[in-house]
């Protein structure tokens, strides 16, 4: 597993035409995302959906998100429960693989995602970009780090400290993701979060999980 860290440069968007070509063809070519519910590895279909639309050009729809009930939130938070503690044993070096495979992914449709964000939050080519390397570089360094300094089982901030018997285990609750974040929020520390699609901009997160 490579585990030295280089900062990437952002795309120069005004000197490369190369760059600027295959932004705009992704541009061009951009389909509306369609987002499923995702509970315990299932990809579930609702009746209703939560739109996304272009600010820009209001009419024209950037992605169709599930829209979840009550009931399939909590599914979803009890998913959490259930899978965290298999997850708060996976070896460190495993973590990090998944996210060095992330990674790559942004890397290889950089302008894909570029796009996503730009068409659906009204970003700028440039601030879009730097989205999506801050996104790149943070998980690159945070994996390179963890599997580095922590070969062993992956340890939890807390270990080793004695926890008060009447404190309860980790919270897990719906995350609600800011609107100036579409991409960088996903990465999660800790556990599995269950997302709630409770404003526009999962088009570039469920692009960047395919």
């Not at 996503?116 to 945070?142: F, P």
């Not at 520390?189 to 692009?207: C, E």
Request: hydrophobic share 35%; with cysteine.
């Amino acid at each position: 597993m490579p585990l030295e860290f280089r900062n990437e440069p952002y795309l120069d968007f005004a000197r490369d035409a190369q760059a600027r070509d295959a932004q705009q063809k992704a541009l061009d070519t951009f389909v509306p995302v369609d987002c499923p519910l995702v509970i315990a590895g299932a990809r579930l279909n609702t009746k209703s959906a939560i739109v996304s639309n272009n600010p820009n050009h209001p009419h024209r729809i950037v992605g169709r998100a599930a829209k979840a009930s009550k009931g399939q939130a909590e599914k979803a938070i009890r998913a959490a429960y259930d899978v965290f503690p298999s997850w708060s044993k996976t070896p460190a070096g495993a973590r990090a693989d998944i996210l060095f495979r992330a990674a790559d992914i942004l890397r290889r449709r950089r302008h894909e995602l570029n796009a996503t964000m730009i068409l659906e939050v009204g970003k700028s080519w440039s601030e879009a970009d730097a989205d999506n390397r801050r996104s790149h570089r943070l998980l690159r360094l945070l994996c390179a780090r963890d599997a580095a300094l922590r070969p062993g089982p992956a340890a939890h901030p807390d270990q080793g400290r004695a926890r008060p018997p009447e404190l309860p285990p980790p919270r897990r609750r719906r995350g609600h993701l800011p609107l100036e974040f579409p991409l960088r929020d996903p990465h999660g520390h800790g556990g599995p979060p269950p997302w709630s699609r409770a404003i526009p901009s999962s088009s570039s997160r469920r692009r960047w999980r395919r």
